[in-house]
């Protein structure tokens, strides 16, 4: 059997960051849970093998929120709400979420899932190309959330770092890419996404006004936060 954890030509995708026994030991210390919205948007992601963040995530982004008193966030790609769901919970009920998505039908379902989960208040869902929400939206964040398709996050990171209060946050996810950013053979699905990943980590890591550090939970989560002035 190939080392799962080394890429090699015969086996280029197939680096895992955490062992999913880890995996498994981390998500029985957060426990069950009987909120029938968080358990229902999973049942979804099962079914129509949608690329939510999982809870080990998702309890990762509520932590990292409340942890820097977030009140505002922009969420660049959003889908039907799932990472929301843990960042509406974080900002409380006199804070904003600001999500993105091109889909209608994907508002429609968060639209549903977060009014039920009584946090739809503090969500402002657009439909539109995340880039072109943001310009259009003024002010500063205290976080600025990556989730869009991966060719674009350098030019995400280019537009929100600035935006961004200091000692707010700048968080991505699928920094790892399955492991395509360390392998020396892999597959891209989009040609140019895996080169566009390992330039936007270099850049993030490489700005001397962010402090910067990749949980390896699930496919990578890049938390940068800006230095206070």
């Known amino acids: 059997m190939a080392d799962l954890k080394k890429p090699t030509s015969e086996n280029p995708n197939s680096i895992i960051p955490v062992h999913p026994a880890i995996e498994i030991y981390m998500r029985s210390l957060v426990g069950k849970t009987d909120d029938p919205v968080l358990l229902a948007m999973e049942e979804l992601a099962r079914q129509k093998n949608f690329p939510i963040v999982n809870r080990l995530v998702g309890i990762f982004l509520e932590t990292q929120a409340i ?27 006199d804070g904003q979420v600001i999500c993105s998505d091109g889909k209608l039908e994907n508002k429609t379902r968060a639209e549903q899932f977060l009014t039920s989960a009584d946090l739809w208040e503090r969500i ?23 989730d869009v398709d991966k060719g674009g996050y350098p030019e995400v990171w280019r537009m929100a770092r600035e935006r961004i209060r200091p000692g707010g946050l700048y968080i991505a996810d699928n920094v790892l890419w399955h492991g395509r950013v360390a392998a020396e053979v892999y597959t891209d699905i989009e040609l140019g996404w895996t080169e566009a990943i390992v330039e936007h980590n270099r850049l993030i890591f490489d700005d001397p006004d962010f402090d910067a550090f990749i ?7 890049l938390v940068a936060r800006r230095k206070n002035d």
């Open 67 to 93: 942890m820097v008193g977030a009140k505002r966030i922009f969420e660049f790609g959003s889908g039907y709400g799932y990472s929301a769901y843990w960042f509406a919970r974080a900002v409380g009920s």
């Open 124 to 146: 402002t869902f657009n439909v539109g190309m995340a880039q072109d929400v943001f310009a259009q939206t003024d002010g500063v964040f205290d976080i600025c959330y990556n």
């Open 215 to 221: 949980n390896p939970t699930r496919d990578g989560v």
